[in-house]
């Protein structure tokens, strides 16, 4: 893995790192990490910050021209080009992620994976998916609040690509360097980025990123037993 920094684009052999350096980036996934932060404020901090990376994510989203006029005159400009870009949230936490991203996107389809992770073994499994059978030519961006071990989106990104993707993207509000490094052996020769608020040190024994900020999906939604 080559850094620049610990800032910004990050090559990695084919996959691209993208660590978003913004102070509101920071203020929000600082209050997103202490123990204090309710459910409802984490959820609504969640859905400003996945905002505010889905703007990163997007930068290269296809687009067209499409000639237009003003009260004015006429003019060219852009719209987002066919097929549109699908945006697959990671059942369940993924979700809390869903609105902040069509927020910026909103003309874009909607797919659902279901993952779930074994907490002995660490692999992930898929029990349950809601999508195109064929994405030949669509970018994907797929939303996981965490890249700790890298198996959950591994997976989930393997299940795009053989369904054709040829573009994905995942957001994540957390990354760990052994996720990081997971996706690059394991995704080697796949176009992918990762669009994340920060790169953590690493991972403990239960697979948890520290700092990090604990179980997402618990901290959106409650420890749901």
Do not use: C
């Not at 905002?51 to 989203?61: I, K, M, Q, S």
């Not at 006429?74 to 369940?92: A, Y």
């Not at 998916?129 to 959950?152: I, N």
């Not at 993707?165 to 995942?170: I, N, Q």
């Amino acid at each position: 893995m080559r850094a620049s920094g610990g800032f910004g684009p990050v090559t990695v052999v084919d996959m691209r790192l993208h660590v978003v350096d913004h102070p509101l980036v920071a203020h929000k996934l600082t209050t997103l990490r202490d123990r204090r932060t309710d459910s409802a404020t984490f959820r609504r901090l969640a859905d400003e910050l996945v905002t505010l990376l889905a703007y990163e994510a997007t930068r290269d989203v296809r687009t067209e021209q499409v000639d237009i006029t003003t009260p004015v005159a006429g003019t060219t400009g852009v719209k987002l080009s066919h097929p549109r870009p699908l945006v697959v949230p990671i059942l369940r936490a993924g979700l809390g992620m869903l609105d902040g991203m069509v927020r910026l996107l909103p003309t874009a389809e909607v797919g659902f994976l279901g993952m779930i992770r074994n907490e002995e073994t660490l692999q992930a499994s898929t029990y349950a998916t809601r999508m195109p059978e064929d994405l030949s030519g669509r970018q994907v961006y797929v939303l996981d609040p965490m890249l700790a071990t890298g198996g959950t989106l591994v997976a989930a990104i393997r299940e795009l690509i053989k369904r054709g993707a040829d573009d994905v993207t995942a957001v994540v509000l957390l990354a760990a360097p052994e996720g990081v490094e997971i996706m690059e052996r394991e995704l080697a020769g796949t176009p992918v980025t990762v669009v994340t608020a920060a790169v953590d040190d690493h991972l403990n024994e239960h697979g948890y990123i520290v700092p990090g900020l604990g179980d997402a999906g618990d901290r959106l939604y409650g420890a749901a037993e």
